[in-house]
């Protein structure tokens, strides 16, 4: 088995199936309350820097996510994600939560997409960096993309936002601080990676 999550890619899917279990079982059993972010109890229940992610405030909400990580998991796949890169994106996970301390207005946040955006950077990054000569437009223009969709939600101007398009408000800065988690996380793990090689 350990041999096995060496193949690029299969460590990648199964952090990807930790994230949609966790999820799933969080909707059928826990109280949201239990596992959310919250500012004020991250040092006495750091249990929440991981789950957080698990919880999700709507059905809507719910589907999206799962759909995300399954779409997250296909392109690391497919691009041949290295373990390095899913130690990355495993570290960036709690981190994504913890650092949603730069806006302590954020009372309450639970949901995966902070997690996938992580997942998402660190996936890119790689590509772009380190992965085969012809991935590497496809991850550059996955970092670019992300880009302008992080600024384009203008995590900055509130904690907790109103979207037509979504059944509850939604928490940007979250997007943000998984994006930045997650390629913060695959440099330094291309950086060790390249350091050790020489």
């Known amino acids: 088995m350990h041999t096995r999550l060496r193949t690029p890619g299969v460590a990648w899917v199964a952090l990807a199936a930790v994230l949609a279990t966790g999820a799933v079982l969080a909707q059928v059993a826990a109280a949201p309350a239990v596992l959310d972010w919250q500012p004020d109890r991250w040092l006495a229940q750091p249990w929440r820097w991981w789950t957080a992610g698990f919880v999700h405030l709507s059905t809507s909400h719910f589907t999206a996510n799962l759909l995300a990580v399954a779409l997250l998991a296909a392109f690391g796949m497919v691009g041949g994600v290295p ?116």
């Open 83 to 198: 373990p390095r890169t899913t130690l990355a994106w495993a570290v960036a996970w709690p981190l994504t939560h913890v650092a949603l301390l730069c806006m302590p207005s954020l009372r309450h946040y639970g949901g995966l997409s902070g997690v996938v955006h992580a997942g998402a950077g660190a996936a890119a990054f790689y590509l772009g960096v380190s992965g085969p000569r012809r991935q590497r437009f496809v991850g550059f223009a996955a970092l670019g993309l992300l880009l302008a969709k992080v600024l384009s939600e203008t995590p900055w101007r509130a904690a907790v936002q109103v979207s037509p398009h979504w059944d509850i408000p939604i928490a940007p800065i979250a997007h943000l601080t998984g994006a930045v988690a997650g390629v913060t996380c695959a440099a330094a793990a291309e950086c060790w990676h390249r350091l050790h090689r020489a």
